[in-house]
């Protein structure tokens, strides 16, 4: 498998954490999102991607070579193809809390602030796009503290990692280069701290990536 | 079951199709999203949806109310808990990219475009909202059209009705409201024009719910 990836890409993050949860091995292929106005904007990649965006997850199947975008997506087929460990609870309702919680990140909050939303905030519409981007994720943060307080355990789902942990950490990372204060959130900043033992989550962070820029 | 619902929000729209499709009953409680400044950001209903957004689904499970808000999540739920008609091809390849169509509308357009986000940029940025809204649409739009042609039938997946189809339908509805252009999009209004014939479809519109307001 191959993976199209940006070190700082929040939705990268998610599918190299699954991959490493999963132990399935991956080559990287790094598409810098700002480079030469954005390789993902380049016709080869509109090419494997039409929504220009990262992750591509490219893979062999049936003799032939299979694209998949969008992170969730992409965990979803993942979960199917290789059940063990588990990304998602066994019961429909758990499953759906995940998928919610999940979701509450990945189109309630990421999509306001990824680079492309940014860029066209300040350079379309004159705006602040720093304040555009704390503005979201402390709105959804402060609905995602309450929402997973319900059911956390180590993990946001009782003592399981899932897909809703894996959608939160890289969006706790983008909180706080948008200078967010973390501190209302003491049950995510906490399974944060819970995810960052497990060396899967270790090896998926930015820092640890082939086309990381040293701070 | 019960859904919290607003006639014009797209989200609430794909769950109505959804418990259409599954033959499912449901009663319907209308949260108006403008009136008195939004009636999802009263303390009652953050209480049960602290994400202030609309659909939410209530019912019983193991003699408890459950509520699950995000309309994906939603969608998985009742695919797990109610089998037929599928909302999702059976094997791992068509579900993977049904559920990447899916997501391409529900975090690659829809939120950039919904009530809430206008609102800031509108009211916070002093931009130009409807500038904004038919952006995202247009760019999203093109890149669904070029992603559905891959494997579309009389729906975006060969003959049968999925997800994507019903994350698509509400979508073209509101790049209209922006004014979008949808002559570069054939395949998905010739998929829209399908969809439209099918009575679950219909049932679900804006136009044919308790809280319609006449135009």
Redesign the interface.
Known sequence: MKLYSYWRSSCSWRVRIALNLKGLAYSYEAVHLVQDGGRQNTEAYRALN????VPTLEFE?GGLV?R???S???M??LE??YRTPPLLPSE??P???A??L???V???I???QNLS?LQ??KG?????DK??GA?WNTR?L???E??VKETAGTYCLGDQVSIADICLIPQLYAARRFAVDLTPFPTLTRIEAACSQLPAFQAAHPDRQPDAVPA
Chains 1, 2 share one sequence.
Not at 50 to 53: L, N, S
Not at 124 to 128: G, N, R, Y
């Open positions: 039409p929504m220009r965006t199947e299979r998949l975008s969008q969730l997506a992409i979803e087929y199917e193809r429909p309702l499953r759906a809390r998928r919610m999940a979701e509450m990945n189109s309630g990421q999509p306001l939303v066209f905030v379309e519409l004159k705006a602040d304040l555009f503005h959804g402060t609905a995602l309450s929402a």
